[in-house]
C-alpha cells in the first residue's frame, strides 16, 4: 500500500481510492463523538447558506458548526465536541471553517473516513481490512494553513499500520507525519496545547477543555464513513 498525505486540502486529490479526513481541532472529534453517542447521521455542509437551506427543508434536523470558532446565533450546537454527548437518533448538518469543506472535497473517493485521535486505531483496523494499494490522508488545517495537530494525527495512523506492514510505501509528505509522530507522540496534549497554533488559538477563545479532550486516544472505536451526502457509522 501507497500512502500520502496531503498537508493542506488544497493539496488534496479529489478521488481516492481510499481516502481519511483529518481536522482534529475540532470537526473530525466531533463527529466522531457526535456518531459515537448515537447521531444517525452527519450531514457536513461547506457553507452556512447550504446549511441553513438543509435546515429550511427538514426544520427535525440539528444544525451545528462555527466561524471563527464560535457557534452561530440562530444554530443548535457550535463545534464542541462537548455538545455532541446528548445527540442519540439525531440527524446532524455541520459546517465548519475547515474540516467540512475537506470532507466535501474528498467525498467522491471510493471509500471516505473520518479520523481523529479519538478513534484512530479502529479507523486504521478498517483500513487495513480493506487492503487498498493507495491510501490519501487529508489535513484540514486552519485557514488554509497547515495544521501540526492534523500532521500528527495523520502520522499517529502510518504509525499503526506500519506496525502491522512495515512494508508500506511513504511519500515524502507521509514520512514528515510519521517523523512529527515519533518526535511529538508521546506529549499530543501538551503538544496541541502548546506547539500547535491552532490549539493556542482555541485556547485563547475559551475552549481549552476541547483541545485536552480531542487530544485523547482511542476513547471511541466508532469508525465514521461518508456514504452518499452523510456521514454514518461503519458498522450500520
Request: charged share 25%.
Amino acid at each position: 500500500m501507497k500512502i500520502d498525505v496531503f498537508l493542506s486540502p488544497l493539496n488534496s486529490p479529489k478521488t481516492l481510492e481510499v481516502a481519511v479526513g483529518i481536522d482534529v481541532l475540532r470537526a473530525t472529534s466531533t463527529i466522531v463523538t457526535a456518531l459515537a453517542n448515537g447521531a444517525t447521521a452527519i450531514i457536513p455542509a461547506s457553507s452556512l447558506g447550504e446549511a441553513r437551506k438543509i435546515k429550511r427543508k427538514n426544520p427535525a434536523v440539528l444544525l451545528a458548526g462555527e466561524r471563527e470558532g464560535f457557534k452561530l446565533p440562530d444554530f443548535d450546537l457550535g463545534n464542541s465536541p462537548f455538545e455532541f454527548f446528548d445527540v442519540k437518533g439525531k440527524e446532524i448538518v455541520i459546517t465548519t471553517s475547515n474540516g467540512t469543506k475537506l470532507i466535501n472535497f474528498l467525498k467522491d473517493s471510493r471509500y471516505l473516513y473520518i479520523a481523529s485521535f479519538l478513534n484512530i486505531s479502529a479507523v486504521a483496523m478498517e483500513i487495513q481490512k480493506l487492503e487498498p494499494s493507495e491510501l490519501g490522508i487529508g489535513c484540514a488545517g486552519s485557514g488554509g494553513e497547515v495544521g501540526l495537530e492534523d500532521v500528527l494525527c495523520a502520522g499517529a495512523l502510518i504509525k499503526f499500520l506500519l506496525s502491522s506492514n512495515p512494508d508500506l510505501e511513504l511519500t515524502d509528505s507521509a514520512l514528515i507525519a510519521l517523523e512529527l509522530f515519533n518526535r511529538y507522540g508521546g506529549e499530543i496534549e501538551k503538544t496541541m496545547s502548546t506547539i500547535a497554533s491552532h490549539g493556542r488559538k482555541l485556547i485563547m477563545k475559551g475552549f481549552e477543555k476541547d483541545v485536552h479532550f480531542c487530544a485523547k486516544i482511542d476513547l471511541f472505536s466508532t469508525v465514521p464513513v461518508y456514504r452518499e451526502g452523510k456521514i454514518v457509522r461503519n458498522d450500520l
